[in-house]
Every structure is written in C-alpha cells, then in structure tokens.
C-alpha cells in the first residue's frame, strides 16, 4: 500500500505537486518493484536508526540518468517527509550534464538556474520555494563533492554497473538501470523520450519513498 503524505507543509513547486499528483506507481510491474527493493530496504533501515542517509546514483557520464535520479528522489524524500536524506551523482569519468536534461526538468516544473557557462555547466534545480536546490553538474564519482564513505551506489546504467565492479567507500551497491534516453538525441521524439524517461524516474522513486515508515 502507497504511504499518503504527510501533512507538514511542503512549499512543492505548483507543476511539479501538480505532476507528483498524476503519477502512477499502481503501474509498476512486480519485477520492477524486486529491482527497488533493495534501496527501499537500505533507506528504511537507516531512517529507523535515526542515521543520515547518502545516495549516489551513478552512471557512465553523469549526464542524464544519474542526474534525473539524483534531482526526483531528493524531490520524493522531501515530497514524504523523509528527513535527512542526501542525493548525489556521479559517473565514471566526467562530460557535463546534457542540456536536455535540464530542459526537460524545466518543462516538468523544476526553477533551473546555470550557474556557470564553462565546458561543464553548473545548474541550481530547485523544486521547492524554501528548500536547498540540488547542486546539477557533471563529476567523477569520487569527485569530493560527493560522499566518500556511509552511502548506496545506485547504478543506473549496466555499462557503469559492469564496469565499476567496486565503488570505494559505498555501503551498498544497487543496481536499479533505465534506458538511455541519448538513443533518441537529435531525433523529432527527443522531447518525448526525455520526458518518459524522467516520468519512469520520478514515478519509480516515488514509490521507493512512499514505503518508507
């Protein structure tokens, strides 16, 4: 059964309630659901011992999945009232956050600020009025900017996954993988696929969180 939300007062972003409301966790096949239990598994017991809790969630170029992971489950965590919860990306080498990326997450309500106009861009994504927005741009995983000990690595791509069989400081390693949207760039579904995808994201975690007692 899905967790209601809490009643303390969320300042959510109006789009981003209003696509919050709309999505459909009730749709999320029985094999998908085995995929997230383990993070369900490693954010509640740590949320039950009072602990902070640290995900990274890699991919090869943190530059699309791992960053749309990163942004909606800092988004759910505060969306269910899950305290202490600290998201990050990372890849195995760095490129720079795609620019459809940040596109699409303005489309679906999310303030988007650049930050900076270098090579490899600086964005503030909020999601809230009131909340600290998540800090978008491309790293290493073991960038210090990222935790370096106490987190789960979520791999979200096989290619990361296969390739990085060991992940220094992670306490956990979890491979929840999506389709790479990168198939459809320069194409007239671009848009769409992004948007999909970012949806998949946010409807996935949205149920990850909404277990969490």
Partial sequence: MLKIMTTTKIDMLPEIANLIKGLQPNAI?????IILQPLIDYIQDR?????????NFICTHNSRRSHL??????TMATNFGI??????????EATALFPMVAE???NQGFQIQKLSDSGNPVYAIKFSENEHPVIGFS????????????FAAVMTCS??????PFIAGAEKRIPITFEDPKAFDNT???????AERSLQIATELFYVFSQIK
């Fill in 29 to 33: 096949t029985a094999e998908r659901k």
């Fill in 47 to 55: 949320a039950a011992n009072n602990q902070e809790i640290r995900i």
């Fill in 69 to 74: 992971s990163q942004v909606w489950a800092q």
């Fill in 83 to 92: 305290k202490n919860v600290y998201c990050y990306s990372g890849g195995t």
């Fill in 104 to 106: 699409t997450l303005k």
């Fill in 139 to 150: 790293k290493s995983y073991e960038n210090s900017f990222n935790p370096a000990s106490q």
């Fill in 159 to 164: 290619q990361a996954d296969s390739g990085c």
């Fill in 188 to 194: 007239p579904q671009q848009e769409e696929k992004y």
